[in-house]
């Protein structure tokens, strides 16, 4: 049973900063794709940045440059480090891992962001 579990949203204002974190269970956590997504309300869930177990990158066009996502895989834990945050941002997070054809997703964490 996989377990993630997301930290680190809350309120800030426009142009500032957070860092989400997401503390994954289970074996073998650096072979495996980790993700980071998001929803607004009334909006579809969408990938914000992704990366695999070599450490390659990838990120939605309205993040790239403010956004970059990490993993340290001795703590089992991906980072979304946050700058430059925009109105837009606001969303609820949500962490993800993919374990071929199993996707697993934590319980997600909000992220305000004022004007």
């Known amino acids: 049973q996989v377990q993630l579990v997301e930290s680190g949203g809350g309120l800030v204002q426009a142009g500032g900063s957070l860092r989400l974190s997401c503390a994954a269970s289970?074996?073998?956590?650096?072979?495996?794709?980790m993700g980071w997504y998001r929803q607004a309300p009334e909006k579809q869930r969408e990938l914000v940045a992704a990366?695999?177990?070599?450490?390659?990158?990838n990120y939605a066009d309205s993040v790239k440059g403010r956004f970059t996502i990490s993993r340290d895989n001795a703590k089992n834990t991906v980072y979304l480090q946050m700058n430059s945050l925009k109105p837009e941002d606001t969303a609820v997070y949500y962490c993800?891992?993919?374990?071929?054809?199993?996707?697993?997703w934590g319980q997600g964490t909000q992220v305000t962001v004022s004007s």
């Open positions: 289970g074996s073998f956590f650096s072979i495996y794709l």
């Open positions: 990366i695999t177990s070599g450490g390659s990158t």
């Open positions: 993800n891992q993919i374990r071929g054809p199993l996707a697993y």
